[in-house]
Nanobody
Framework: QVQLVESGGGLVQAGGSLRLSCAAS????????MGWYRQAPGKQRELVATITSGGSTNYADSVKGRFTISRDNAKNTVYLQMNSLKPEDTAVYYCRMISVRDYWGQGTQVTVSS
């Protein structure tokens, strides 16, 4: 079993920055994909960014150039640096690990005020 714990959410003004962290613990298979997803009120959950254990990244078009995903394999932690935040980035952000199984964190709220 794998546990994912997110941190770093909060309230920020438009144009500001936040850094999310997701620490994984438990029985972690070394080859995996980790990522961030988000869900705004009344909307479906959507992909924000993913990163493989080899470091390949993928971003939603809406965050390209503003968000950066990275990971520290030694710490089993994935990060999401979010810059130039917009009110439409407001959502609950979820961490996900895809390996032998599919795991999700509990989510962290990000609120961007205009």
């Amino acid at each position: 079993q794998v546990q994912l714990v997110e941190s770093g959410g909060g309230l920020v003004q438009a144009g500001g920055s936040l850094r999310l962290s997701c620490a994984a613990s438990g029985s972690i298979f070394s080859i995996n994909v980790m990522g961030w997803y988000r869900q705004a009120p009344g909307k479906q959950r959507e992909l924000v960014a993913t990163i493989t254990s080899g470091g390949s990244t993928n971003y939603a078009d809406s965050v390209k150039g503003r968000f950066t995903i990275s990971r520290d394999n030694a710490k089993n932690t994935v990060y999401l640096q979010m810059n130039s935040l917009k009110p439409e980035d407001t959502a609950v952000y979820y961490c996900r690990m895809i390996s032998v199984r599919d795991y999700w964190g509990q989510g962290t709220q990000v609120t961007v005020s205009s």
